[in-house]
């Protein structure tokens, strides 16, 4: 089976309790929408308002490329790829 | 609004005092922009770094010390010996509003000592002070000897600024260390302090900061903190320190690993912020009158790393040690950061060249280094074997760095002349001979104009492009696409980060706010009648002016990248396949319009909108 693997940093790290988690896909088309229905509840309830929309200031990206410059949550995924869960603005140094 | 400057000149081992007109701190308000111009007119061009006539400004801003907000930090400007430009860094801690306590609003270090000397400066009242039982040894153990003499045991009284022996020993890649942990690290200044023999300064008093409109100051300030405070940002640096950037910029492909040859690192959550938070983290600390309290507390309780409480490592220091070396071992980079803040390195550097060096040892065994100084190499590496990932190799070299024992003599040189003179020059990433930070531009591309034009080098901190091409703020960019807007952005952040270096606060303050929010609290300290447009534009006018210094000295301002990142596709991740070059060629015609500048300089016209004619003869 197709698989991606899904990492989560920061808050939802610790809602998720690890790091990184692997899910199945469900088909060959299948897309950011359904591997985010996989994740652990926790994350998801941070993660979406209430009309299902990433919740600001939230971030999701496919490959290190965020699905806004991509087709959202529509985005295809494929075997092998890595999905970041991140929370938004961090001005780091 | 008054601004004193103590002028140590340790030649004589005299100090006197000076005021700075006030209509100079209008021009250049402070820290790095006053150094800059008291650097462009007192250092003479074309002199040796570790000259006496090199002189070493250390500098608070207008802010400092008044709790406005972050305004815990000071700023040091000098000749780099490792750029031959216009070299200066930042750091936290205490020491610069301890310093301002103490009665200056800066120091000049001027002359050599003969000597080793430390100064100590209390209310107003400066003594010289023999060194030989300092020189040496470690800043951990300095500050310590110091507070005693100085019978000031509590580190939240005074303060202390150091140099270890790698300044000691002018490594180019030195970093001047404050309360023990803090550093002012880049560019190599504190090989210049070790020239003139200044192990410390000790700074206490009672001094009051002047403050012309108080009640504006709090209204002003209050709003500050309000937006710092209720950004999200405060709690995510709380709570896992800059360190949680690692696995964010490892998944874009950005994060340079094993010697930038690669943009992802298989270990990245071993050495991320969300590891340490979890293993190792013991408290969170605050610079002095901080609410963010970013900087990560922790220690190594047992095994071959065992290291003592101690602040970092940062994300910067976390990725130089750990992913460029491929050093996947949280509990060894806990240790090799406190050998490096021990022995005073730039964390950024030292990795950097620790990582040329093991390509170097590796080209050494597949027999492409010239032969010669393949032989050489191995004479001089002895009983070390700097591999990939080699911790304790790393851990010996630190120590062979700052007493410049054997190959320690040659890489404490820093990347660029380690690298030339074993006959590889390409494998040392650096601009202006300054390394490299966590970013790779192949990946982030506005990182390669912001690298590109940084006036002191390889550096993330005059433009922090990371933050709209990865974070959002203030708008999302595609990282991988071409868009001018985001000239223009590098070009605003580094106008408005020359403000920030002078007002010297944290740049930290600067993702919930801009330049708009400090006119307010820097008019009701001064009394000034200052503009945000006029407070921007003097921005621009240092990061023109820091410009003319490279001018000046005839070399240092040509704007390019590493031939690495303009030639050698990324071979993984995101960014698969790309180089730097195609970015950088389309932003920098664009950027030097806007800037009003021509192949690197400025342009007479654009010096003399902005106020600077007397520098006209540069061009």
């Known amino acids: ?93 | 609004m008054e601004f004193k400057l103590l002028r140590l000149n340790l030649t004589e081992w005299k100090a006197r005092e000076e005021k700075i007109p006030e209509s100079l701190l209008r021009k250049y308000i402070g820290g790095r922009g006053l150094g800059a111009y008291l650097a462009l007119k007192e250092i003479p061009p074309g002199i040796d770094p570790f000259s006496p006539e090199n002189k070493i400004y250390i500098l608070t801003g207008p802010v400092v010390g008044t709790g406005a907000f972050e305004t815990g930090r000071y700023h040091v400007v000098g000749k780099s010996p490792l750029t031959g430009i216009l070299g200066d860094a930042n750091s936290g801690g205490q020491f610069g509003p301890w310093l301002r306590f103490a009665g200056y609003d800066g120091i000049v270090v001027e002359g050599a000592s003969d000597e080793p000397v430390w100064v100590s400066i209390v209310d107003g009242e400066v003594q010289f002070h023999l060194a030989k039982h300092l020189w040496g040894k470690g800043v951990v153990y300095t500050e310590n000897i110091i507070r005693k003499e100085m019978n000031t045991p509590s580190e939240h009284i005074g303060s202390i600024l150091s140099i270890g022996p790698a300044g000691e020993n002018l490594s180019k890649i030195a970093a001047i260390m404050n309360d023990k942990y803090r550093a002012a690290g880049r560019t190599g200044l504190a090989a210049v302090l070790g020239a003139k023999k200044l192990k410390a300064i000790f700074v206490k008093g009672s001094r009051k900061i002047e403050i012309v409109d108080k009640e504006k100051f709090k209204e002003e300030s209050k709003k500050i903190i309000d937006k710092i405070t209720k950004h999200s940002i405060s709690e995510a640096l709380s709570k896992f320190g800059t360190a949680v950037l690692v696995n964010i910029i490892n998944s874009h492909g950005g994060l340079p690993t094993k010697n930038w040859t690669r943009g992802t690192f298989e270990k990245a959550f071993e050495i991320s912020g969300e590891y340490l938070a979890e293993k190792y983290l013991i408290s969170n600390k605050g610079c002095w009158g901080c609410v963010i309290r970013c900087s990560r507390v922790a220690k190594v309780d047992s095994g071959p790393y065992r290291t003592p409480v101690s602040e970092g490592p940062e994300y910067e220091s976390i990725w130089a040690m750990g992913a460029n070396t491929t050093i996947g071992n949280m509990e060894a980079l806990i240790k090799l950061n406190y050998l490096a803040n021990d022995l005073g390195f730039d964390t950024i550097s030292l990795g950097n060249t620790v990582a040329v060096l093991m390509e170097l040892y590796e080209k050494a065994k597949n027999g492409s280094l010239p032969e010669e100084k393949a032989k050489e190499l191995e004479e001089l590496l002895g009983d070390i074997e700097p591999s990939w990932g080699n911790a304790d190799a790393f851990a010996q070299l630190v120590w062979r760095m700052a007493y410049r024992h054997g190959i320690g003599d040659y890489a404490a040189e820093g990347a660029k002349r380690l690298a030339e003179y074993f006959g590889s020059p390409d494998s040392a990433i650096h601009v202006r001979g300054l390394e490299l930070p966590a970013y790779d531009p192949r990946a982030i591309n506005s990182m390669a104009l912001s690298y590109a034009t940084s006036n002191r080098g390889g550096c993330h901190l005059r433009a922090y492009a990371v933050s709209f091409d990865v974070l959002g703020v203030p708008d999302k960019f595609d990282p991988l696409v071409v868009d001018n807007k985001k000239v223009e952005l590098v070009k605003y952040q580094q106008d408005y980060f020359s403000v920030i270096d002078s007002l010297v606060i944290c740049k930290f303050n600067s993702f919930a706010t801009d330049h708009t929010d400090y006119v307010g609290v820097l008019n009701a300290v001064t009394g000034w009648d200052m503009t945000a447009d006029e407070l921007l534009t003097a921005g621009e006018r240092i990061y023109n002016l820091e410009r003319l210094f490279a001018v000046r000295e005839g070399h240092g301002y040509k704007d390019t990248l590493p031939k690495r990142l303009l030639e050698e596709p990324l071979p993984d991740g995101p960014a698969k396949g790309r180089t730097a070059k195609e970015a950088l060629e389309k932003y920098l015609p664009y950027y030097y319009e806007i800037r009003g500048w021509e192949d690197g300089k400025p342009k007479p016209e654009t010096l003399k909108r902005l106020g600077l004619e007397e520098f006209l003869y540069i061009l």
């Open chain 1, 1 to 93: 089976m197709p698989k991606v693997k899904v990492a989560f940093i920061q808050e939802f790290y610790q809602l998720a309790g690890k790091h990184q988690i692997e899910i199945e896909l469900p088909g060959d088309e299948a897309t950011v929408r359904d591997v985010l229905e996989k994740i652990p509840e926790a994350v998801r309830e941070r993660l979406f308002d209430e009309k299902g929309e990433i919740r600001y200031p939230a971030e999701v990206a496919v490959n290190g490329r965020r699905i806004d410059f991509l087709d959202g949550l529509d985005t295809k995924v494929k075997d092998g790829d890595l999905i970041l869960v991140s929370p938004r603005a961090l001005f780091v140094i």
